[in-house]
């Protein structure tokens, strides 16, 4: 291509469509707490689907599940915790949930960064982080360019949409509780689903 840029925008785009292909996630945030409900994907009949982790700890206040690459999204997931820790031993207070999604943030955007060659691509993986900052429950969403924001509910992975907006009105309109709010989320991936729940 002739411009640098227009090959950035593609590499984007191929790996933005790949995120979309992985399980079905959900992310719940009411103001009784946050949960992430995610479908375990089982490729073969002779996988054992307790050992397929879908949901992973970051912190004892934060939990993260991803849609993509499960190797690029491990990277990421890696550089969480070491963030988290290093927060925690410097300042000896569990990190802002924000704070932890934006060092993430600044790992996936460094595709394209003249000073680090040595990733060739963007880093293949949506991810959804739900967690508890000064008891209030937040879901943070990034996509595979690096770019967050906060939601209420939020979906990745292949999802109907339909049945999502579905669940939006439910829980606005009704005002529901969190764990009814889970009950629909798991109605729509499927009830063989991991759940991760943080509450106040």
């Keep these: ?36 409900v995610s479908m375990k994907s089982r490729k073969s009949k002779l996988m054992i689907t307790e050992n397929m982790d879908t949901i992973y700890m970051i912190d004892d206040h934060i939990g993260c599940v991803l849609s993509g690459r499960i190797a690029d999204g491990r990277v990421l997931i890696d550089q969480a915790r070491v963030q988290c820790q290093n927060h925690r031993f410097n300042y000896n207070e569990k990190m802002p949930v924000q704070s932890c999604v934006q060092t993430v943030s600044a790992k996936a955007s460094e595709f394209g960064n003249v000073k680090d060659s040595s990733l060739g691509r963007p880093y293949a993986v949506e991810m959804l982080f739900a ?14 360019s690096g770019t967050y924001m906060s939601y209420g509910i939020k979906s990745i992975g292949n999802i109907d949409e339909t049945q999502l907006e579905t669940l939006c009105t439910e829980v606005n309109s009704k005002q529901i509780n969190l764990y009814i709010a889970i009950s629909l989320a798991k109605k729509i991936i499927g009830m063989d689903s991991d759940v991760f729940i943080l509450q106040i």
């Design 1 to 36: 291509m002739d411009n640098k840029y227009e090959y950035f925008d593609k590499m984007y785009e191929v790996t933005g469509n790949n995120s979309k292909f992985g399980p079905p996630s959900i992310g719940i945030c009411t103001s009784e707490g946050v949960a992430l």
């Design 131 to 144: 967690g508890l900052c000064n008891d209030k429950p937040q879901l943070w969403h990034m996509d595979s």
